[in-house]
């Protein structure tokens, strides 16, 4: 059993304008102590999946319309309300793509942080979870953290804004933590940093991670194993090594082929052309064959299944498998 088993999950967002496919056939299983990267192009349904984890998505219009998700064996979709509120921050801790808005401005960096702790850790007098609080944000490596309770956010940078979320989040000691862009609104640098701070807290933890970003080097940096989805779907899973040496789906091919090369600075990076399709409507068979290279008639009405181990791909075209075309 995967401490994460995401199974056939399909989840839809309904709306006056009818039923959007955000999430269409999902298969991830996930082990005790690795490090996903889930990366794809904007739209694609990454920060849906993240939040299907914890059932975050706002039901209506979200709606888990068949599949399963587990933590440990544990039925998620089941849960009450109770079991949802250790699961959220006790077991997986989540940091969000905007640390802006997950901070309140209005309240110090210490009074919000005990309000996490006292929700994960009643047991604690306030002195008591004043030194955790410092505990937290040195494991952060944020400087002078007693001093930084009594700040407000709008004192912090980015950057630590950003440390501070990462300090929230394993608040409650999770087994799991979900970073959903935690990088994208700071700069290169600073980026760097917290890429760096949340690989050494996995590894000093022994946390899994599961890490999303539209970015293949943020994922590449910080992941072993990459997930690459698109339109709602899983394209390609494989060990970071063998995804950036052999990729194999079109789609992945392409995302690769869009990174700049500092090497060489003369070389334009080429994009994919189109764009991400319409989930309402979304394409027959396989999602990318509009904006596929490789594209052959059975791509236009048969779904790819997602196979291989460690290296899975859903392609009609690459692998094995390959139909002629
Ligand atoms: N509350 C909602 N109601 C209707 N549709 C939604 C809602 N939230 C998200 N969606 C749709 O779900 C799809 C996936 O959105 P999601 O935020 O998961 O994408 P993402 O991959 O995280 O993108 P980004 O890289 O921009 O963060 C999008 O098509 C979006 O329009
Ligand atoms: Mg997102």
């Given at each position: 059993m995967s401490l994460i088993e995401i199974q056939d999950c399909r989840l839809a967002f309904d709306g006056f304008e009818g039923r959007v496919h955000v999430l269409d056939g999902i298969d991830l299983a996930i082990e005790s102590g690795e490090s996903v990267g889930i990366v794809g192009e904007t739209g694609c349904g990454k920060s849906a999946l993240a939040r299907s984890l914890l059932r975050l998505n706002p039901a209506p219009p979200a709606r888990i319309v068949s599949g399963a998700i587990r933590y440990d064996g544990a039925d998620i979709l089941a849960m009450d309300a109770a079991a949802l509120r250790r699961l959220r921050g006790g077991t997986i801790g989540m940091v969000f793509q905007d640390p802006v808005t997950y901070?309140?401005?209005?309240?110090?960096i210490g009074r919000q942080m005990e309000e996490v702790l006292r929700a994960h850790?009643?047991?604690?007098?306030r002195a008591q979870r004043r030194a955790r609080c410092i505990e937290l944000l040195d494991s952060v490596r944020l400087p002078q953290a007693a001093s930084l309770l009594d700040r407000y956010p709008h004192e912090l940078s980015g950057g630590m804004r950003q440390r501070v979320l990462i300090a929230e989040a394993l608040a409650g000691n999770p087994r799991v933590l979900v970073a959903d862009e935690?990088?994208?609104?700071?700069d290169v640098t600073i980026q760097r940093q917290i890429l760096a701070l949340i690989a050494g807290l996995v590894a000093r933890l022994g946390l899994t991670l599961m890490l999303i970003s539209h970015d293949l080097g943020v994922i590449g940096a910080a992941c072993r194993r990459i997930v690459v989805m698109y339109a709602g779907t899983i394209v390609e899973d494989a060990p970071a090594e063998a995804l950036f040496a052999e990729p194999q789906h079109p789609y992945t091919r392409g995302l690769l082929a869009a990174m700049p090369d500092l090497r060489q600075p003369d070389h334009m990076p080429s994009g994919i052309p189109g764009s991400i399709p319409n989930l309402r409507d979304p394409p027959q068979g396989c999602r990318f064959h509009p904006r596929c290279p490789l594209a052959m008639s059975v791509c236009r009405s048969a779904r790819p299944v997602l196979r291989g181990a460690p290296h899975a791909v859903a392609c009609?075209?690459?692998?094995?498998w390959a139909v002629a075309p």
């Open positions: 901070l309140n401005p209005v309240f110090t850790e009643s047991g604690l007098s935690p990088t994208t609104a700071l009609h075209a690459v692998g094995d």
